[in-house]
């Protein structure tokens, strides 16, 4: 990873960032709308586990194109899928790609709203399974294939619908000394975007829950 997509991040204190996460948790149901308008992060895993991991992305950002296919789904059998984390996306646009960083965020968040959480990560993986292809007739395929309504969602990203999301989740990763992406977080801590490495980070924050 370099600095230009990934890399320089700080330590950050665990009582901060797991306010934020606080704020996050008392969103209310994935897939519905904030009092302030906004969709709450998207979550595998357990929601109320004990350990919370976080990663900040950039749909256009080849490093987490690879993060996400790879790195992902080895950490999915191990700790989501078992409860033993909540893991948590957030968008962080660099961007890497104006305006397609901003409208696949959008996109990604409009089938969040549509199907809840398991329908954003299915169109999560989908995009960057797409990157190379990312565009208005991408963004309705997959809406699309889906069983979304792909007209929608292209409208969605097209006009930049759920940009305060967007801008709300980059804001918050900027205080936290996010500066490329894939940037993860493990309750507080910003550990290296690899499974060794956040792996490692999960099995310290469960033996001091």
Same mark, same amino acid.
């Given at each position: 990873? *370099?600095?230009?997509?990934?890399?320089?991040?700080? #330590?950050?204190?665990?009582?901060?960032?797991?306010?934020?996460?606080?704020?996050?948790?008392?969103?209310?149901?994935?897939?519905?709308?904030?009092?302030?308008?906004?969709?709450? &992060?998207?979550?595998?895993?357990?929601?109320?586990?004990?350990?919370?991991?976080?990663?900040?992305?950039?749909?256009?950002?080849?490093?987490?194109?690879?993060?996400?296919?790879?790195?992902?789904? $080895?950490?999915?059998? $191990?700790?989501?899928?078992?409860?033993?984390?909540?893991?948590?996306?957030?968008?962080?646009?660099?961007?890497?790609?104006?305006?397609?960083?901003?409208?696949?965020?959008?996109?990604?968040? /409009?089938?969040?709203?549509?199907?809840?959480?398991? #329908?954003?990560?299915?169109?999560?993986?989908?995009?960057?399974? *797409?990157?190379?292809?990312?565009?208005?007739?991408?963004?309705?395929?997959?809406?699309?294939?889906?069983?979304?309504?792909?007209?929608?969602?292209? $409208?969605? &990203?097209?006009?930049?619908?759920?940009?305060?999301?967007? $801008?709300?989740?980059?804001?918050?990763?900027? *205080?936290?000394?996010?500066?490329?992406?894939?940037?993860?977080?493990?309750?507080?801590?910003?550990?290296?975007?690899?499974?060794?490495?956040?792996?490692?980070?999960? /099995?310290?924050?469960?033996?001091?829950?």
């Amino acid at each position: 990873m *370099n600095r230009g997509h990934g890399a320089a991040q700080r #330590t950050t204190s665990r009582r901060a960032m797991l306010a934020g996460v606080a704020a996050t948790a008392a969103a209310g149901v994935a897939g519905c709308l904030q009092d302030n308008g906004r969709l709450p &992060a998207p979550v595998r895993g357990d929601p109320d586990a004990d350990v919370t991991v976080m990663a900040f992305e950039d749909f256009a950002c080849p490093h987490c194109r690879d993060y996400s296919l790879s790195v992902v789904p $080895e950490l999915a059998e $191990e700790y989501f899928e078992p409860g033993v984390v909540r893991y948590e996306f957030h968008d962080f646009p660099i961007p890497v790609a104006d305006p397609l960083s901003w409208q696949a965020a959008c996109a990604a968040r /409009e089938a969040q709203k549509r199907g809840g959480d398991g #329908t954003f990560w299915e169109y999560e993986r989908l995009l960057f399974r *797409n990157q190379s292809e990312l565009g208005p007739p991408t963004f309705e395929a997959i809406g699309n294939e889906l069983d979304l309504d792909g007209d929608a969602v292209r $409208e969605a &990203a097209v006009e930049e619908a759920h940009r305060d999301t967007v $801008e709300a989740d980059r804001v918050m990763g900027q *205080n936290e000394g996010v500066e490329g992406t894939p940037a993860v977080f493990v309750d507080g801590k910003a550990v290296e975007p690899t499974a060794d490495a956040i792996g490692s980070a999960i /099995e310290d924050a469960r033996s001091q829950s």
